[in-house]
């Protein structure tokens, strides 16, 4: 085959050919010319099927994800990332092992808004707003409270301020519109 994009005929498709070695035999194709041509045209490499090749993840777990919100700029985002599942884990282990990570997004709409977020017991936590701020919802903060009312055990207050005005930086509580945030919780 020529290193440049190759239009594939799958009828003719019988060997694949390794260098100077012999064809070895390939697996029918099932799909038609041009979703091949789609494919060589993609930009997809070999090491990306390699790592498809390895997904192990069940139709309704793929639907999971599929389901959550996530983007394809937050898979590009995540594609750019290089540290591995056990380094990831390890951020939840600097404080004591047992302790896990629950995140979401929530629609604020009070300057100071409790959310549940699963856990028994939140230590730490943060937000990160959606969108870019604005006059009458700036800033972003979260806080774990004393956990044992205000808020309630695994809860935290995301709240939400502004600036007093245009020329006036003073933080002082958001006004409508609210803005959305993902917020993230460690805890038990």
Known sequence: MANDTTRI???AIKQLSLGNGPGVPVAPVTAAASEINVLAASGVTNADLV?????????????????SG????DLVKLHAETVSAAEVNL??????????I??????????????????????????SPVTDPT?????????I????????AGAIIVTSTKPTSNID??????????RSVNWFAIGT
């Open 9 to 11: 005929n799958k009828a």
């Open 51 to 67: 790592k498809l090749h390895a997904v192990t993840s069940s139709a309704a777990e793929m639907s999971t994800l599929h389901s």
């Open 70 to 73: 996530v983007t394809n700029a």
């Open 91 to 100: 951020l939840t282990q600097g404080v004591a092992a047992g302790y896990k």
């Open 102 to 127: 629950a995140r979401g997004v929530a629609a604020i709409t009070a300057a100071s808004q409790t959310i549940v977020t699963g856990l028994t017991t939140v230590v730490a936590a943060f937000v």
């Open 135 to 143: 006059l009458t919802d700036a800033w972003k903060a979260a806080t």
């Open 145 to 152: 409270g004393d956990q044992a009312g205000s808020p309630a």
């Open 169 to 178: 930086g003073t933080p002082t509580p958001a006004t409508t519109p609210w």
